[in-house]
């Protein structure tokens, strides 16, 4: 290992010029392991293209970013899906909140991005995928800030859409998300930027393009050079591999500026004044790999061959960081692959230096456990170490750990966790619709989901639903129906507001519950649902339900409606019977009980009034008279 700046044993001119040489000849010889993927898995979102030109982004955007949606899915990891005008769509965003978040609602916090890599996905960062980023960070008081997103995209402003997307990060990292990061979720303009591989190069262009936006940019396996001999050819195979993209639609034609204006190595007089992080394997077998039977030789032969390409690069790069006389750590290891548990162990790495930097402490501070938490948090290993010491929440205590909080009230002393502790925070926590937890977390009878239950409500989760608090009188109504064992199975939304009417509604696996004053409470379910929603739901002519589901004659169900009714039987299917002249004529027949059966489709227009059939007749109604034939 060595730190400090990396040094060049050649003569700065032709040592320099040998160097690249090498790296032409080394780019050429590694193009197809390129192809096999610059680097790992990752996540991504909604994306975004940019304007022509070299220089920083200076792209007009019309409108402001907002925030279409947030999911607590822990209670300090938080997905943000951000509305961006460059991009034109929804970016997720994923953020893993400061130690310190809920004991100091009034503090700010510093930012570290955490750059993906060539393969990002569109789910979820590779950083919380295929590291320990999640729990390394939960003691650490920065805001993680995790863009989805970005297949191939060198996290850049693109010049042209290609495959779909209409790549513009740098826009969106740089201009639209900080102040949304700052407004509305605590965060400060101290920021730091780690990258793995494409992210690695990333790090340093964004550094480099935005003076002062990044005090620290850490580059873990990245591409370091890329416009030298050979390099545009390489990434553009790994590009089209990766995600099917065209590398001309990102800087253009090989040689042009663009391509110079996101170079790090060309940029690397603007890093002056940042703290940086570099380091790279060997390519030679280490610890996190698997023998080939070759020595040296890893069965990871992409990853071998991607490693070497960014040690040359970063060879290279740091080269000419020490003529500029600009200090970097550099970590060149002596064995490792382009792989996930390298970048881990970087990461755990460069952390003093990234706190240090952001003026945050490198080491939580010292607390302990008591009182009636103590039992809870000793009773098992899996909430993890404490995190603060005690604070004061409505209704009692609450005590951060590493993998959840536990609360202690009247009821005794809980811990929530995991997606139902997002469920929980997203709620409001103690302070919200629900109140204090009054149950641990406990397993559901079908052996499919958790559940907790809390002073004015219960949240359940299961993988295939999420985790969604149930209250009120949906809650009262669910648990009479048999809870999750019940027709309507677990909750798959929370509750909303009824648009235009007084009340709430919340989606169920097998269908919804609606709830007001005026209509009281109850399911539509099933094939009913399917019906109810092919008429308009709650905003068509049928209104809120009346009733949940009836069972009635040869195996048959309906649901009464404000305006009408639904009907199914396995023999007819489901149809609607709207309130009128329709209804009262088969009403007068005994309804699916008499003469005309089950309604077998719904009302429709004929000459001069309308009919509807039946499974032993028809009823028009013209005039206002109704007639069975």
């Not at 019309?62 to 822990?74: A, I, K, Q, Y």
């Not at 990853?303 to 200090?327: A, C, V």
């Not at 060149?332 to 706190?355: D, K, N, V």
């Not at 295939?464 to 999750?484: F, L, M, R, Y």
Request: proline fraction near 6%; charged fraction near 15%; glycine fraction near 16%.
């Amino acid at each position: 290992m060595r730190s400090g700046l990396e040094r060049s044993p050649y003569r700065a001119g032709t040592g320099n010029r040998w160097r690249r040489r090498a790296l032409g000849v080394a780019a050429a010889a590694l193009v197809m392991p390129m192809a096999v993927g610059l680097t790992s898995v990752g996540t991504a979102g909604a994306q975004s293209i940019g304007t022509p030109g070299g220089g920083p982004s200076t792209a007009q955007v019309g409108g402001e970013p907002t925030v279409s949606r947030v999911d607590f899915l822990t209670d300090r990891r938080v997905a943000l899906w951000v509305n961006s005008p460059s991009m034109g769509v929804p970016i997720q965003v994923q953020l893993l909140l400061a130690r310190d978040w809920n004991i100091a609602p009034d503090k700010k916090f510093p930012a570290v991005f955490m750059l993906d890599g060539m393969r990002a996905r569109d789910d979820e960062n590779g950083w919380t995928l295929d590291t320990d980023a999640e729990a390394f960070f939960a003691d650490k008081n920065v805001n993680v800030v995790l863009p989805i997103g970005g297949n191939s995209s060198f996290y850049s402003d693109w010049i042209d859409q290609n495959n779909g997307q209409n790549y513009k990060w740098e826009t969106f990292l740089t201009k639209e998300l900080p102040p949304i990061l700052e407004g509305q979720w605590r965060t400060t303009q101290d920021r730091g930027v780690v990258g793995l591989s494409m992210g690695g190069t990333s790090a340093m262009s964004l550094t480099a393009r935005n003076q002062g936006f990044f005090k620290f940019a850490g580059s873990l396996s990245g591409i370091l050079t890329t416009t030298t001999l050979g390099m545009p050819q390489a990434i553009a195979y790994a590009m089209q591999d990766a995600g099917g993209f065209d590398a001309d639609a990102m800087w253009g034609t090989p040689g042009s500026d663009a391509w110079d204006a996101h170079d790090p190595y060309v940029l690397a007089d603007k890093l002056k004044g940042v703290s940086l992080y570099i380091s790279s394997g060997s390519g030679t077998t280490g610890p996190y790999d698997q023998p080939s039977g070759i020595p040296g030789i890893s069965t990871n032969y992409a990853g071998m061959g991607l490693e070497i390409l960014s040690r040359l690069t970063s060879q290279t790069f740091t080269t000419k960081l020490n003529k500029l006389n600009i200090p970097a750590t550099v970590n060149y290891r002596p064995s490792g692959t382009h792989s996930w548990p390298y970048w881990e162990f970087e990461l755990h790495q460069l952390w003093p230096q990234l706190a240090s930097t952001l003026g945050v402490e490198v080491d939580k501070p010292a607390c302990g456990v008591g009182g009636a938490i103590a039992p809870v948090a000793n009773g098992g290993n899996w909430i993890g170490d404490c995190l603060t010491g005690e604070y004061s929440v409505p209704g009692g205590k609450a005590q951060d750990f590493r993998f959840g909080q536990i609360f202690a009230g009247g009821d005794g002393a809980y811990a929530v966790a995991g997606r139902v502790g997002g469920a929980y925070q997203g709620a409001g926590g103690p302070g919200g619709e629900l109140g204090m937890p009054t149950t641990g977390e406990l397993g559901t009878p079908d052996g499919r989901g958790r559940f907790n239950h809390f002073q004015k409500g219960s949240i359940y989760w299961t993988p295939q639903t999420g985790a969604h608090p149930v209250t009120g009188p949906i809650k009262d109504e669910w648990s009479k129906q048999g809870w999750e064992g019940g027709p309507l199975g677990y909750p798959r939304a929370d509750q909303t507001k009824i648009p235009g009417k007084d009340g709430v509604m919340q989606g169920f696996e097998g269908g919804a519950m609606y709830s007001s004053s005026k209509t009281g409470t109850h399911a539509v379910q099933g094939l009913i649902m399917d019906k109810y929603g092919a008429l308009g739901y709650e905003a068509g002519w049928l209104g809120l339900p009346l009733t949940s589901e009836n069972p009635i004659r040869d195996n048959g169900r309906f649901t009464r409606f404000e305006n009408g009714n639904i009907y199914w039987s396995p023999a007819s299917g489901a149809w609607s019977v709207e309130n009128g002249p329709i209804f009262d004529a088969w009403k007068d027949e005994n309804y699916e009980n008499g003469r005309l059966g089950y309604p077998i489709s719904d009302k429709f227009d004929i000459p001069g009034g309308v009919q509807q059939n039946f499974q032993h007749g028809v009823i028009t109604v013209k005039d206002g008279k109704a007639v069975i034939g």
